[in-house]
């Protein structure tokens, strides 16, 4: 099946720096890619769709200076916090959509990086 | 986007057979539902996925009834290491997808 890597796994930065955090589909092209953020015992909230080669689509309520993203290629996506605070402490997860054609490309997760800004 | 509502949580022993049900009742025309497994600290992983009447595959089964406006998951004989959280989604081609609440599953000895 199609995996998705995402890397680092596990980051602790300073508050006030930046983290970038990589997401890449391994044996598939993606041109659509989707950030979510995941709160201990909560769902995932999607943050913004990334298609490869434009410029990301934020939803509602998510600073898009503060979370960048790039998707420069059909198999990574990048997603940077900048000036990192510790309410931005989470569980972030990336998916990658196909670009196999047809009436539901399913997604494919990452395994997920865990944030932890002190 | 497609709200769905599931069940917060239910338990069930080992070796039973386990449903899961999802009422997506704004569910359009062209939206498959899809069931994804979450792990803590684990991104979700595809289940299955249907668009109307009943999909089986090598882990479960999923059960669309003729209107659509609800779905079942069945996991039939469940081990421990089924518990986890269970999302039921709704839409279609390259469209946001949202994550209800999903429901929690946990399997006693």
């Known amino acids: 099946g199609a995996v998705v890597s995402q890397h680092p796994s596990r980051v602790i930065c300073k508050s006030g720096t930046s983290v970038k955090i990589e997401c890449r589909s391994l044996d598939f092209q993606a041109t659509t890619m989707f950030w979510y953020r995941q709160f201990p015992k909560q769902s995932l909230m999607l943050m913004a769709t990334?298609?490869?080669?434009?410029?990301?689509?934020?939803e509602q309520g998510v600073e898009k200076d503060k979370f960048l993203i790039n998707h420069a290629s059909l198999t990574l996506s990048t997603l940077t916090v900048t000036s990192a605070h510790p309410e931005d402490s989470s569980f972030y997860i990336c998916s990658a959509m196909g670009t196999s054609g047809g009436a539901f490309n399913e997604q494919y997760f990452g395994p997920g990086t865990r944030l932890t800004v002190t | 986007l497609a709200k769905t509502t599931q069940p917060i949580s239910m338990d069930s022993y080992e070796g039973q057979e386990v449903n899961i049900t999802c009422s997506h009742n704004?569910?359009?025309?062209?939206?498959?539902i899809t069931w994804y497994q979450q792990f803590p600290s684990q991104g979700p992983r595809f289940i299955i996925q249907?668009?109307?009447t009943k999909v089986t595959n090598e882990v479960a089964s999923l059960f669309i009834p003729a209107d659509r406006k609800s779905s079942t998951l069945s996991l039939p004989r469940v081990s421990l290491s089924d518990t986890a959280v269970y999302y039921c989604?709704?839409?279609?081609?390259?469209?946001?997808?949202?994550f209800g609440k999903g429901n929690q599953v946990v399997v006693i000895p």
């Open positions: 990334s298609n490869e080669g434009s410029k990301a689509t934020y």
């Open positions: 249907g668009y109307k």
């Open positions: 704004n569910i359009a025309t062209n939206d498959y």
């Open positions: 989604l709704v839409g279609y081609g390259n469209n946001r997808l949202a």
